[in-house]
């Protein structure tokens, strides 16, 4: 990207997001359908994970809520401000 300034731009915007990866390969245009496969039955999004590590550590029970879905090295950083 070469700007210095973007991942603190990023993440004082609060509008983190969600990264993808293409699995196979081939053409994707507008009106194509596209399905959710599955929905997680927890309330924890991307903006209360960004939330909870850069601006308020307070929200680190939240984060738990989701469990095994949480990735492991957040897990380990809520547990660890979790009373």
Not at 6 to 34: C, M
Not at 48 to 69: I, Q, S, Y
């Amino acid at each position: 990207m070469g700007e210095p300034s973007f991942v603190k731009r990023f993440a004082a915007a609060r509008r983190p997001g969600a990264y993808l990866r293409i699995v196979t390969e081939g053409t994707l245009a507008a009106g194509d359908v596209v399905r959710l496969l599955s929905r997680p039955t927890h309330d924890v999004t991307l903006g209360l994970v960004n939330e909870a590590m850069l601006f308020d550590p307070t929200l680190a029970p939240r984060l738990l809520e989701a469990g095994d879905a949480l990735a492991a090295n957040v897990r380990a950083w809520a547990h660890a401000r979790t009373g």
